[in-house]
T-cell receptor
Framework: GAGVSQSPSNKVTEKGKDVELRCDPI?????LYWYRQRLGQGLEFLIY????????KSGLPSDRFSAERTGESVSTLTIQRTQQEDSAVYLC????????????FGSGTRLTVV | GENVEQHPSTLSVQEGDSAVIKCTYS??????FPWYKQELGKRPQLIID?????GEKKDQRIAVTLNKTAKHFSLHITETQPEDSAVYFC???????????FGGGTRLMVKP
C-alpha cells in the first residue's frame, strides 16, 4: 500500500480483556516499530523488528505486552488482561533501512480500556 | 539509556513571528536528531532531521541547529502561519541505536 496501515483505528475494551492491534508496513520496509502515545504526552518506544532478526523488546512495559511479525510484513501487538493505564494511541512506524531513519507512521489505534 | 527533554511544552505566537523549540539529550553517542509535526488526530510526520556531522540544516521556513558539545538542538520556524499550529516532537538516536527517543512535545499555536 501507499502508507502504513493500522487497524482497528479505535478500540474500546473492558478491563481484563485481551486486545490485538495490527500494523501493515509499507511494502519493502524492513524495519517496523511500535510506540505508545498517552494523551498529551510523547511517544514511548515499545518494540522494534528488523528483517528476520530477533526483535528488540526492551520497551515493552510488562509481560502482558507481546508482539509478532511475520517476515517483513504484518505485525500484531497483543495486550493481555488490559488495564486502564493501557489506554493510549498505539502507533506503528516502518522504515526502509536499518536504524531510526525515515520513519513513516501509521495513523494509530486509539485504545480505551473501560 | 537516552533521555530527551523538550521546552516549552506550549508556545503561542502571532502569525508572522518566529518560533523556537529546544531539546536537550543525555547520550553523547546520539547522532541523529529528527523533528516530527503532529496535527490534531493525525500521525506524526517528519519535517526535518539533522545528523551530527553538521551544525545546521535549513528547509524553507524551517531550520534545525545542533550543539553537540552542549547536547542540545533546536527547531526554528520563521514567518509562522496558522497551518504551522500543531504539536512538534524532537527525537534522538545513536547510529548503533535501533529506535528514537522522543521529547514530550511542544504545542505550537499560531494566532492569525
Amino acid at each position: 500500500g501507499a502508507g502504513v496501515s493500522q487497524s482497528p483505528s479505535n478500540k474500546v475494551t473492558e478491563k481484563g480483556k485481551d486486545v490485538e492491534l495490527r500494523c501493515d508496513p509499507i511494502s519493502g520496509h524492513t524495519a517496523l516499530y511500535w510506540y505508545r502515545q498517552r494523551l498529551g504526552q510523547g511517544l514511548e518506544f515499545l518494540i522494534y523488528f528488523q528483517g528476520n532478526s530477533a526483535p528488540d523488546k526492551s520497551g515493552l512495559p510488562s509481560d502482558r505486552f507481546s508482539a509478532e511479525r511475520t517476515g517483513e510484513s504484518v505485525s500484531t501487538l497483543t495486550i493481555q488482561r488490559t488495564q486502564q493505564e493501557d489506554s493510549a494511541v498505539y502507533l506503528c512506524a516502518s522504515s526502509p533501512e536499518r536504524g531510526p531513519y525515515g520513519y513513516t507512521f501509521g495513523s494509530g489505534t486509539r485504545l480505551t480500556v473501560v | 539509556g537516552e533521555n530527551v527533554e523538550q521546552h516549552p511544552s506550549t508556545l503561542s505566537v502571532q502569525e508572522g513571528d518566529s518560533a523556537v523549540i529546544k531539546c536537550t539529550y543525555s547520550d553523547s553517542a546520539s547522532n541523529y536528531f529528527p523533528w516530527y509535526k503532529q496535527e490534531l488526530g493525525k500521525r506524526p510526520q517528519l519535517i526535518i532531521d539533522i545528523r551530527s556531522n553538521v551544525g545546521e540544516k535549513k528547509d524553507q521556513r524551517i531550520a534545525v541547529t545542533l550543539n553537540k558539545t552542549a547536547k542540545h538542538f533546536s527547531l526554528h520556524i520563521t514567518e509562522t502561519q496558522p497551518e504551522d499550529s500543531a504539536v512538534y516532537f524532537c527525537a534522538a538516536s545513536s547510529y548503533a541505536g535501533n529506535m528514537l527517543t522522543f521529547g514530550g512535545g511542544t504545542r505550537l499555536m499560531v494566532k492569525p
